[in-house]
Each structure stands twice: as structure tokens, then as C-alpha cells.
């Protein structure tokens, strides 16, 4: 038997169908091991060395796993075709005790018998430089993530979460919205003029230009004057220009244009886009099994096998016609700096056509096959030509203008139009006559409109993705994890507004500290450089050791300095710095070991008190966390002592031992009744305790408003 391991269930179920005997198909359900949650796991000092943790929930999968890779002859590992995937391959190499010598690795873009079978015919090593650059890229989000958070929590008071390339985009959110609180208006007006020329139609013109210059009356005082002056001008055809105008296709979709078009042809989020997607890729449920419909869609590539490219061909020839098809393929050039680790997104099978196969999809899935098979298609077919005339009015030294364009062959608009509709004020009419130049035309009457300059348009999910990719912000992968997180809804940086993302006032703070302590993080030019040094890693010949530790030096001093406030140490004088600990922030002398003074942030927070600490003989303050009030050693973080309160005002008697209980409060904002002896007493109840049993079956009594009777609701017990 030899095991083939996969990511996905769904991608097991799948290939299971193009393998017969001999062969079993896992799944590993994702990561098998990753950094910790409640830690950084970064050892600093050991030259920036992570440490992996097993997940809790895949130690199952892991014994399964194991016990299958001990049976078989052989074990291929099959995870998704990108440096994650990669990473991915390298853990359960190491979690399994495979030899890191094994020629076990394979990789396929599509999941068809074919795909899969070549798979196997050419296994490889681990590239351990792909796992590096996953390794480094997840190393410097963890330091980033880990050092960043901490901080901006305790200076602004919220829990917060921050991250280097997330807080980047958040700024763009941020910075757009400031731009249009800042923008001022400017009023224009806009003149038309209605012309006719003789014996022909009719049509309008937009004033654009006066003594060869680009002109708009100012205010309406100015536009009556302009028109007043048209008025009694003689009009005539300045100059009219003809053109067949080509449209060529649009490239297969990428990762990111996928995302924005879903976005707005579909109205489906960035995050739901790839989890559609990534069911497509792996493979949808059918009465005759799983059928994989498109190839992998994590890509930067606009480039397609010349396989895919011959068949699509065929098909436009069969379904469109002879013309539909250019007389030599389309070729795409991928943008310079992707990684073209493989092909764009496209189905697998040219003849599963959407119709064909929408008894077996749900409708979002249909949705975007749709739009993937329409674009693919749409990618290989003829140019759109277009009749475009442009003419040119003449009034005295005024122009006007207008233009207008007719479809003269639908080419790849016939299954994908990517057309955009005109403004009016822009376009003119686009019903034009036939006109020859210097030709007289009658001035049938102009009107005029106020407008207003208009300030900059919001993000919405589309064009903020398409604007990190054009600035080198981020990866394939990652576009949609940085999306769900700017409106994750815990902390909600920004809001939808129909499709448009609005920063909420949280994030002004955010940015406004992550810009003054941080502005390498926050620079757009420097987080584009990090990630093509990040790539570079993966090409090999780059250290990534050397890479964490040239940008921690300075990203250590930038932290310190976060922490540093304008709170004099009232001891010695020096500046206090914020740190977050236990039981919330604290000031500590920045002048530590010498001075080793620390003060609570919020005063509520710690009140000083009369007793001493047992233990290094410090001052015990009086706090209150989650649990109700206790004391505290002044000397936390070096003297870690806590006792519970002796003099709460208590409500009850624990029923268990006797002593008081006390008035606490769940996680929920429910009251309920604790005994004052925890954690060696665990009692409590949601009633207040009387201290007494019941006469009748032994449970504890309750006061209930002002009535004693049983805690259990079996009995009936009333106290008289």
C-alpha cells in the first residue's frame, strides 16, 4: 500500500477517484503543528529559531496518520502547490519521523487523473528554500504581531490586534477617509449645448475648452456670461475623427482579480471568494463522487498550458465560430515580481460547462465557476472592434465636444463584457450623424448645471486589494485573511457601508501610534521591499536567519521606544515606561535594576493598603479582576504574591464550610455567589446562601426575594 497525504478531506475524496488499488488517500486537515497561541515561540536569542507546538485537535489525525505511514511502502505528500503547502509537507515530514532524504513530495494544479498520475511519476525532494521563505515570512508576523499588539493595547486601552501587512492596508483605509473628512469642494459648472446640423439629427455637445485651454465656468455668474455669449456665436464642426477601435481580451484570472470581481460582479466578500474557490479546486460532492472543476487558486500567473490554451480554441471554433478565434493564441505577460509558480485560475475540463453542471453546485459556487469559465474562455478569444468618431465644435474661441462609439464585432464580449458604462457629462451623445468638417450647425438652445468636484471614492473591497497588489503589498494568499481581519468582529476596524469600507474611530488611534513608533511597518515602500526580500528567500541563496535579524534591531529599539511616556518616576526622576502584565498595565521605572519603582496605570486599578507582603515585605494594593477584589503585591512583576480579601462585604453563608460568600460576577454579566475560601471552597450559587439545608431533602436553602426556601427545583420546601 503506499499513502498519499492531503490537506482536505474533500481533495482525498477526489484523487481517491483517479486511483485504483494500491493506494490510500489521508488527509492531514490542514497544519499539524504551528507556533503557540499564548506565546510568541520565537527564540531571540537562539538566532530568531521558532518553536512548534502540535495542535491540540490534530493529535488524532497524527496517531492515524502515523500509524498508515508505518504500514505503507511508500508515503507521498501531496499538500497544495504553494510555499505554504510546502511548509505544510515539511512539518508532517517531521511529526511522521520521514526520512528528509525521501524523494516523497508531489504537486499537481489541478486535481484530474491526469494531473495526478504525472504527479506520481515525478516525486521530488521537500524544497527546504520554499519552506524557508514560509518559515521567515511566519516568523517576522509573529515578532511583528506579538511585539506590536502588546503595545498598542496598553497605550490605548483596548485590546488590540496588529500586524505587518494588515495595519499597512488598515492605514490605506484610514488615510483615504482622512483625505475626504479634508477635501473641500470646488463649485464648476457644466454648459450643453444642443446642435442640429442641416437636413441631419440632432445632437449635444459639452463645453471643454476656451483659447486652447481646458475651461469650466467657475460659478454661475460666469456660466450665464459664457452662455449669454454662446448664444449669439456661430456654430460649426471643428474637426470629426473616425477610428476602428480594438478591444483585446482580459487575462485569465489570478488570485486577486478573482477576488475583485467577485466582489463586484457577485457581491461575495474576498474570504467567502476563496472559500468557494478552494471547494471548486478540491472537489464538489456527486452522485458519481467528488469532481474537481477549476485548477489551484492561489496564483499570480496569468499564464495557462498550451494544452488548456489548444482546447479552449476548439471549443470557441465549435460554440462561436471561425472569427471568435485569433489567428494566433493570446498570451499574457505575468506582472515582474510574481512568483509564476503555476497556472492562472481556469477549469479543468472545457466541456463541464457552468449549465452542465449547476444541478450539482449551490448557487454561490455556480456563481463563480461561472465567472472563472467565462473569463478563461473569454481570455482566448478575437478582439471587440468598436466605430468610434470623436467630434469637435468650434464657437468663437470656444470647443465643445462629444463622441460616441458603436459595436461592430462582439469578439470576447460575447461571453464576458468588461465594458464600463460612461458618464454623460463625458461622453456626450452617442448617437452621432454623419458630419464633415467646417459643416454649419444651428444652436437649438444650451443649458447649464452646477456641479461639484468630488473627493477621492472609498476602498471597497476590490479596488484596496487591487491597490496592495499594485503597490507590492502582500501576496496571493494573503488578500483575504488581511480583508477578514479589518472587519473581524471583535475589534471591527472597519465597517461596510454598502460595499464601502469605513474606518472605524478605534483605527485612527491605532494608525496614528503604529505611524509615530513604527514607521518602517507602517511605510508602504518598505513593507513591498520586505516581501520581495521575502520571496527572494524562496529562490535560495539567501539566509533568513540574517534577514529577521537585520530588521529586529532597529524594530527592538522602535518597541522600547513605544513604551516610553512623558510619567516621570517620582522616586528618581527618570521617565516611567508602560508595560502590560497579570493584571493589566503598570508604569515601571525605565532606570530598572536601580530604581525599581512600579505604578498602576489606572489608579482604580490598584488602591495601596496598610498591609504588608509576607513575602518580600512590599505593600499590598487592593485590585480587582475577573473573579471580584484581592490584594496584590506593589513590587509584581518580581514579587508575584496575591491573597484574597479578608474584609469584602459579604452576602450569605456557604452552605459547604460555613464561611461567607460574596457577591461576584460571570463572564457572562451574571451575578451569582462565591465562597469567600476559593479555590479550597469552590461553592457558589446563583441565590444567595443561607447557610442552612433543607428540612425535607438536604439541599442547600436560598434567599429569593425575601422568601427562604430549597435550591432544588424538585422540591417544593418553603420556609415559614
Given at each position: 500500500?503506499?499513502?498519499i ?9 477526489t484523487?481517491?477517484?483517479?486511483l ?9 486537515k ?7 497561541v ?10 530568531f529559531?521558532?518553536?512548534y507546538v ?7 489525525d ?7 505511514a508505518?504500514k505503507a ?39 484530474s487523473?491526469?494531473?495526478?498520475k504525472k504527479?506520481?511519476e ?9 519552506v524557508?521563505a514560509q518559515?521567515?515570512r ?9 511585539s506590536?499588539?502588546?503595545?498598542a ?20 483605509v ?12 470646488v463649485?464648476?459648472?457644466n454648459?450643453?449645448?444642443d ?17 486652447g485651454?481646458?475651461?469650466?465656468p467657475?460659478?454661475?455668474?460666469e456660466?450665464?456670461?459664457v452662455?449669454n455669449?454662446?448664444?449669439?456665436s ?7 475623427k ?16 478573482l477576488?475583485?470581481?467577485g ?5 461575495i ?7 468557494i474557490?478552494q471547494?471548486?479546486y478540491?472537489g464538489?460532492?456527486?452522485p458519481?463522487?467528488?469532481?474537481a ?13 498550451t ?50 453542471v ?6 454561490e459556487q455556480?456563481?463563480l465557476?461561472?465567472?472563472?469559465y ?6 482566448q478569444m478575437s478582439e471587440?472592434?468598436y466605430?468610434?468618431?470623436s ?9 465643445l465636444k ?8 462582439k ?11 460612461e ?5 456626450g ?16 438652445g444650451?443649458k447649464?448645471e ?9 476602498y ?14 502582500g ?12 472587519s473581524?468582529k471583535?475589534?471591527?476596524y ?17 494608525i496614528?501610534?503604529?505611524v509615530?513608533y ?5 511605510d ?10 521575502l ?19 532597529p524594530?527592538?529599539?522602535?518597541v522600547?521606544?513605544?513604551k ?7 522616586k ?35 488602591i495601596?493598603?496598610d ?16 473573579f471580584?477584589?484581592?490584594f496584590?503585591?506593589?513590587?509584581y512583576p ?7 480579601t479578608?474584609?469584602v ?32 471552597c ?9 447557610g442552612?439545608?433543607c428540612?425535607e ?7 429569593v ?5 430549597c435550591?432544588?427545583k424538585?422540591?417544593?420546601y418553603?420556609?415559614k
Amino acid at each position: 500500500m503506499q499513502l498519499i497525504i492531503v490537506e482536505s478531506p474533500h481533495k482525498a475524496k477526489t484523487i481517491e477517484k483517479f486511483l485504483k488499488g494500491g493506494f490510500k488517500v489521508d488527509a492531514s486537515k490542514g497544519h499539524v503543528r504551528d507556533l503557540p497561541v499564548n506565546y510568541m515561540g520565537i527564540n531571540i536569542a537562539k538566532n530568531f529559531e521558532p518553536y512548534y507546538v502540535i495542535n491540540a485537535d490534530k493529535k488524532d489525525d497524527i496517531k492515524r496518520l502515523t500509524a498508515s505511514a508505518k504500514k505503507a511502502e511508500r508515503v507521498y505528500l501531496a499538500t497544495d502547490p504553494d510555499r505554504e503547502g510546502e511548509a505544510i509537507s515539511w512539518h508532517l515530514q517531521e511529526v511522521l519521523g520521514l526520512s528528509d532524504s525521501q524523494v516523497n513530495r508531489i504537486e499537481f494544479n489541478e486535481i484530474s487523473e491526469r494531473a495526478v498520475k504525472k504527479a506520481l511519476e515525478n516525486p521530488r525532494k521537500i524544497d527546504k528554500n520554499l519552506v524557508d521563505a514560509q518559515q521567515a515570512r511566519r516568523v517576522l508576523d509573529r515578532i511583528v504581531g506579538y511585539s506590536i499588539s502588546p503595545a498598542a493595547s496598553v497605550r490605548l486601552g483596548e485590546t488590540l490586534s496588529a500586524g505587518r501587512v494588515q495595519s499597512v492596508a488598515l492605514r490605506m483605509v484610514v488615510d483615504r477617509e482622512r483625505e475626504i473628512e479634508a477635501f473641500v469642494p470646488v463649485e464648476y459648472w457644466n454648459l450643453k449645448a444642443d446642435v442640429e446640423p442641416q437636413g441631419k439629427s440632432a445632437f449635444k455637445v459639452l463645453l471643454v475648452e476656451k483659447a486652447g485651454k481646458k475651461f469650466k465656468p467657475a460659478n454661475k455668474e460666469e456660466a450665464e456670461s459664457v452662455k449669454n455669449e454662446l448664444s449669439s456665436s456661430e456654430f460649426f464642426v471643428k474637426s470629426v475623427k473616425r477610428a476602428s477601435v480594438k478591444s483585446h481580451a482580459p487575462a485569465p484570472y489570478i488570485t486577486s482579480t478573482l477576488q475583485q470581481d467577485g466582489s463586484i460582479r457577485l457581491n461575495i466578500s474576498a474570504p467567502r471568494v476563496m472559500q468557494i474557490a478552494q471547494r471548486l479546486y478540491e472537489g464538489v460532492q456527486t452522485p458519481n463522487g467528488n469532481i474537481a472543476l477549476i485548477t489551484y487558486m492561489r496564483t499570480d500567473s496569468v499564464r495557462i498550458s498550451t494544452e488548456a490554451q489548444k482546447e479552449a480554441r476548439e471549443y470557441i471554433l465549435q460554440t462561436y465560430g471561425k472569427e471568435f478565434v485569433p489567428a494566433k493564441p493570446n498570451i499574457y505577460k505575468t506582472k515582474s515580481g510574481a512568483q509564476d509558480a503555476h497556472e492562472a485560475i481556469r477549469p479543468i475540463d472545457i466541456n463541464k460547462t457552468p449549465e452542465s453542471v449547476k444541478g450539482i453546485l449551490d448557487a454561490e459556487q455556480f456563481k463563480l465557476y461561472k465567472l472563472i469559465y467565462e473569463r478563461f474562455i473569454a481570455s482566448q478569444m478575437s478582439e471587440a472592434i468598436y466605430d468610434s468618431v470623436s467630434v469637435e465644435v468650434g464657437a468663437k474661441d470656444y470647443v465643445l465636444k462629444t463622441s460616441g462609439k458603436t459595436l461592430v464585432f462582439k469578439g470576447y464580449t460575447a461571453v464576458y463584457d468588461d465594458t464600463k458604462k460612461e458618464e454623460d457629462d463625458e461622453s456626450g451623445n452617442a448617437m452621432l450623424p454623419n458630419l464633415t468638417d467646417n459643416e454649419r450647425l444651428n444652436l437649438l438652445g444650451i443649458k447649464s448645471e452646477q456641479k461639484f468636484t468630488k473627493p477621492p471614492m472609498r476602498y471597497t473591497e476590490a479596488s484596496l486589494i487591487k491597490s496592495m497588489e499594485d503597490k507590492g503589498i502582500g501576496r496571493p494568499s494573503t488578500y483575504a485573511t488581511i480583508m477578514a481581519k479589518l472587519s473581524d468582529k471583535k475589534r471591527e476596524y472597519v465597517r461596510k457601508e454598502k460595499k464601502y469600507l469605513v474606518p472605524n474611530q478605534i483605527s485612527y488611534g491605532l494608525i496614528d501610534f503604529l505611524v509615530k513608533y513604527f514607521p518602517d511597518i507602517m511605510d508602504v515602500s518598505f513593507t513591498a521591499r520586505m516581501e520581495t526580500a521575502l520571496d527572494d528567500i524562496g529562490e535560495g541563496g539567501k539566509d533568513w536567519h540574517k534577514l529577521i535579524a537585520d530588521f529586529y534591531r532597529p524594530f527592538e529599539n522602535q518597541v522600547q521606544r513605544s513604551k516610553v511616556t512623558d510619567k516621570l518616576c517620582e522616586k528618581c526622576g527618570a521617565p516611567m515606561i508602560i508595560n502590560s502584565g497579570k493584571y493589566g498595565a503598570y508604569y515601571a521605572c525605565s532606570n530598572y535594576p536601580t530604581c525599581q519603582n512600579i505604578k498602576a496605570v489606572n489608579e482604580k486599578q490598584a488602591i495601596p493598603t496598610d498591609r504588608i507582603c509576607e513575602k518580600c515585605g512590599g505593600i499590598m494594593v487592593e485590585r480587582e479582576g475577573k473573579f471580584g477584589k484581592f490584594f496584590a503585591c506593589s513590587n509584581y512583576p518580581r514579587c508575584k504574591n496575591t491573597i484574597s480579601t479578608a474584609n469584602v462585604e459579604t452576602v450569605g453563608i456557604c452552605p459547604t464550610c460555613g464561611k461567607p460568600t460574596k457577591k461576584m460576577m460571570s463572564k457572562a454579566g451574571k451575578t451569582f455567589y462565591g465562597c469567600t475560601d476559593y479555590p479550597k471552597c469552590k461553592f457558589m450559587s446563583w441565590d444567595i446562601p443561607t447557610g442552612e439545608k433543607c428540612p425535607e431533602c438536604g439541599s442547600y436553602l436560598i434567599e429569593v426575594e425575601g422568601q427562604v426556601k430549597c435550591s432544588s427545583k424538585k422540591c417544593k420546601y418553603i420556609k415559614k
